[in-house]
C-alpha cells in the first residue's frame, strides 16, 4: 500500500469511527420502525391452588395492596384483549409472580403461549418478586408452607419462548438480553434485580443496582445498535429515573441505583424509550440531556393494582411515538371491577398507613384521621396525570407532636400529588 493509498485508508477509518463517537455531529440516531405493542407490568400471579382463604392469607393482605384473588381474571382479561388487538408483540416489564413460587411461573408460561399462539411475541424479565424469593407461600388456615422456587438459571429456561430463547445477545452477569422483535430495532431487556442476595429465611431485596460488568456490557450493546443502525427500545423492572420529586429519597428502592449513570447513557447512544413497572403507578417522565438527546421512562402500574392498568404502544413512521391506557373495568366475577378495585386498594393503603403512623408514635385517632388522605395521595400517582389539590396533606386539628413526628410524610404527598412532565396516560410525542 502506497502512502496515499495509506492516508486514505486511515482517514475512511477515522470518519467511520468518528460516527459513532457520542454527541458527534456525524453521527445520527437510527431511526424507530413502524411498529405496534401491548405492555402490562407486575402480574403478580398468585394461582389459587395456593390457598386464597384463612387468617393467614389475610393477614398477607392486610399488609398488602395487591389484588391477588383476581389475579386469574385479570390475566384471562389482559390475554382476550392482546389476542383481538393488532399489536407485533407484548412486553412485560418483571414481577410475574406473586413470589417467585414455581407454580405460578410455570402457569405464567401457559399464558404466554396462549398469546403467542395468537401471532404476537412475548418478551419477559424479572423483577425483584421473582427469583430466589423466601416469601414463596402456600397458604392453609392460620398456617403458610414454603413451595418451590426457582434460580435465575431457572427462570431464563421457563421463559426460552419468550425472550431468551431469541435472544441474540446475553449479559453473563445478569438475565439482561437483546431481542429484536421487527427489523430494525433492537430491544434491550435490562435485569437489575439482587436476587442473588436473597437469604432463605430473609426478606428480599426490593431494590434494583447494575453491577459494573453489566453496565459495562450496556454501553458496548449500545455502540453496536448505532454501529448495526438498530434503534434502541429499552425494557427495565425498575424505574430508570426518579418519577415524581425527591423519589429516591423517599422511596428509593424503586429507582434503580445507577439511575444517574443509566439514563444519561442510554440518551446519549440514542435510546429514546425505556418501559418500567415495579412501583405499580401509570407515570411517564421525561429528561433532557443536551440537544435531541432525552429519555422516557414509561412506567406501567400493576395489572393487580389499582386502576388495574394497560398500555397499547405504536410508534409511526414519522417517528411518533403514540401511547393509550386501557382499564380494566369489568371481570366474570365482577361487573364492577372499577369501583370494587378503587376501595379495595384504598382500605389497604389506608390501613398499612395507620399501622405505620402508628408505629412511629403518631396517636391513634390521629393516624386513622390521616392514612386516608396517605391512600387519596397514592391513588392519584397509580391512576396518573394527577391534578394537584389546594391542601394535598391538611394536618388541621393535628397535635404539635403528630405534626412534627409525621412532617417528611407531608413532602411524600405533595410530591405524589404533583405530576411530573409529560401526561401519563395517553401522550403523543416526536422520537426526533
Known amino acids: 500500500m502506497n502512502k496515499l493509498k495509506k492516508i486514505t485508508y486511515y482517514l ?13 455531529s456525524a453521527g445520527q440516531f437510527p431511526d424507530y420502525p413502524e411498529t405496534r405493542f401491548v405492555v402490562f407490568s407486575d402480574p403478580h400471579y398468585f394461582d389459587p391452588s395456593l390457598g386464597t382463604e384463612g387468617k393467614a392469607f389475610q393477614d398477607y393482605l392486610n399488609n398488602d395492596r395487591k389484588l391477588l384473588k383476581d389475579s386469574r381474571e385479570l390475566m384471562e382479561f389482559i390475554i382476550s384483549y392482546i389476542e383481538k388487538s393488532d399489536a407485533e408483540f407484548v412486553l412485560v416489564p418483571g414481577d410475574l409472580t406473586k413470589d417467585g413460587e414455581k407454580i405460578n411461573h410455570n402457569k405464567m408460561a401457559e399464558y404466554f403461549t396462549r398469546i403467542e399462539k395468537s401471532g404476537k411475541k412475548v418478551y419477559v424479565i424479572p423483577g425483584n418478586h421473582d427469583i430466589n424469593n423466601p416469601h414463596s407461600l402456600k397458604y392453609s388456615g392460620d398456617k403458610t408452607e414454603k413451595v418451590p422456587i426457582i434460580s435465575p438459571e431457572e427462570f431464563a429456561l421457563n421463559y426460552t419462548e419468550f425472550g431468551y430463547g431469541e435472544a441474540i445477545l446475553k449479559d453473563k452477569n445478569s438475565l ?20 442473588r442476595e436473597n437469604k432463605p429465611d430473609g426478606h428480599p431485596v426490593t431494590s434494583g443496582k447494575f453491577s459494573k460488568e453489566t453496565m459495562k456490557w450496556i454501553k458496548e450493546v449500545l455502540i453496536e445498535a448505532q454501529n448495526k443502525n438498530k434503534a434502541v427500545l429499552c425494557m427495565m423492572h425498575h424505574g430508570a429515573m426518579e418519577h415524581y420529586t425527591h423519589q429516591k429519597k423517599l ?18 447512544y440514542g435510546a429514546r424509550v425505556v418501559f418500567t413497572g415495579h412501583f405499580h403507578a401509570q407515570d ?50 365482577n361487573p364492577d371491577f372499577a369501583g370494587y378495585s378503587k376501595k379495595y386498594v384504598h382500605t389497604g393503603i389506608a390501613g398499612i398507613a395507620a399501622n405505620t403512623l402508628i408505629g412511629m408514635g403518631v396517636d391513634s385517632t390521629e393516624s386513622w384521621a390521616l392514612s386516608g388522605q396517605v391512600a387519596d395521595a397514592f391513588l392519584a400517582h397509580y391512576k396518573g396525570d394527577e391534578v394537584t389539590p389546594d391542601n394535598p396533606f391538611n394536618m388541621e386539628g393535628i397535635s404539635r407532636k403528630g405534626k412534627f413526628l409525621i412532617g417528611f410524610k407531608k413532602n411524600l404527598m405533595i410530591s405524589l400529588h404533583h405530576d411530573l412532565e409529560p401526561s401519563d396516560n395517553f401522550l403523543e410525542i416526536k422520537l426526533k
Request: proline letters at 6%; aromatic letters at 12%.
Open 251 to 268: 422511596y428509593g428502592e424503586y429507582v434503580v441505583d445507577n439511575y444517574r449513570k443509566l439514563s444519561p447513557m442510554l440518551a446519549e
Open 176 to 195: 439482561s438480553y437483546v431481542a429484536e422483535p421487527v427489523e430494525g430495532m433492537w430491544l434491550l431487556g435490562l435485569d437489575a434485580c439482587r436476587y
Open 284 to 333: 411517564i417522565t421525561i429528561q433532557r440531556f443536551g440537544e435531541n438527546k432525552f429519555l422516557l421512562d414509561i412506567e406501567t402500574g400493576s395489572l393487580v393494582t389499582y386502576p388495574c392498568p394497560y398500555r397499547t404502544v405504536t410508534i409511526s413512521d414519522n417517528q411518533v411515538l403514540k401511547i393509550s391506557s386501557g382499564f380494566v373495568t369489568s371481570i366474570p366475577s
Open 12 to 24: 475512511s477509518v477515522l470518519v467511520t469511527f468518528l460516527a459513532f463517537i457520542p454527541g458527534n
